[in-house]
């Protein structure tokens, strides 16, 4: 049984990651860990737990944790989890981060779009990304693993099998995508108030959002080209899900029918990722760990869609995915 540690289990992805793991049959929740002073219980915090985890919420131990957990999952900001998992890993224990602190190779590219020095510069560009369906061979004997960001999981699933056969080019990719609003985690701030998303759709951060630079450079290492993309987010009024709309200029003639077919051969036995002729949508993909594409090709551009549920599959679904390629259980396990 693979005993495992969450590190900043308040937030909302903490409590998916929970749900999923009381599910794995090969899994037991050991440790949650919170800064919260009055040591409550994880039920207290995450009341649809109550009864199946009880467990108190307890300060950062860096010898508890190695002494309880096989496998560290850090739930923390970038820069704070960084910190901690370098503390903890000690040859034994693995990890899965949520954060950005681990998935970009280049550490002026991090310090320039995240504003801090990294805590742990010698682990950056070792760390595989955390998308299975690019880089299992990787994950399989990680020590850390870079969980993908939930934006750039919508959007390079959608384009990279595209860019690596070919059929769009590198330049001039344009991205948008809409988000539910626990993207944003449990922040306090007057644009995540009700009455400010509710019946309201906004673009914010454009051309100076963090996942610009990721989902560039995982396009770029698996297409093997270089890709220049703009990335455009949008706050939608839903609690969850990722709609991603990506515009990029064809090399071929090829039809629509054709690039779902090179769609459908890149994922064949990746079970998370459908590709199909309609239209995706979030509703299609709430609470699991799939991830809908389809495209279509209008006058001189390529139209590829994807939706993802941004909690799951843009987070803690995917790193129990990971955390399955690690420990050598089915990929599928606790996710379908």
């Not at 550490?107 to 990294?118: P, Q």
């Not at 001189?300 to 679904?317: F, Q």
């Amino acid at each position: 049984m693979i005993r495992a540690a969450i590190v900043g289990a308040t937030g909302y992805t903490a409590s998916e990651l929970i749900e999923i793991l009381l599910r794995h049959p090969d899994v037991t929740v050991t440790q949650v860990t919170s800064r919260q002073e009055d040591r409550p219980a994880i039920s207290d915090v995450h009341p649809r737990l109550r009864g199946r985890l009880d467990l108190k919420l307890e300060p950062l131990d860096v010898d508890s944790v190695r002494k309880n957990a096989d496998v560290l999952f850090s739930c923390l900001p970038h820069g704070a989890s960084a910190e901690i998992v370098s503390t903890v890993l000690d040859g034994k224990i693995r990890a899965i981060d949520f954060s950005a602190d681990y998935r970009l190779q280049n550490l002026a590219t991090y310090e320039k779009w995240y504003a801090t020095k990294h805590p742990d510069p010698n682990r950056m560009g070792k760390a595989p990304y955390g998308l299975g369906e690019f880089f299992a061979d990787q994950i399989v004997d990680a020590e850390v693993t870079a969980n993908p960001g939930c934006y750039p999981t919508s959007a390079i699933l959608a384009l990279a099998p595209l860019l690596k056969a070919d059929l769009i080019a590198p330049d001039d990719i344009i991205i948008d995508s809409k988000s539910g609003v626990s993207g944003a985690g449990k922040k306090l701030a007057p644009a995540f108030l009700y009455n400010e998303v509710n019946e309201n759709i906004a673009a914010y951060a454009v051309g100076e959002h963090r996942h610009t630079p990721e989902i560039a450079e995982l396009l770029s290492t698996i297409s093997g080209k270089s890709v220049s993309v703009i990335f455009t987010p949008h706050l939608a009024p839903m609690t969850r899900g990722i709609l991603t709309t990506a515009y990029s200029k064809p090399t071929t003639e090829a039809s629509a029918g054709v690039l779902l077919d090179a769609l459908r051969d890149h994922y064949a036995g990746h079970p998370f990722v459908r590709i199909s002729p309609d239209l995706p949508a979030t509703k299609h993909v709430a609470h699991t760990n799939f991830c809908d594409i389809t495209v279509r090709r209008v006058e001189d551009r390529i139209v590829v869609i994807s939706a993802i549920d941004n909690l799951i599959k843009g987070a803690s679904g995917a790193a129990v995915q990971n955390m399955n390629l690690m420990f050598g259980f089915p990929e599928t396990t606790a996710l379908i």
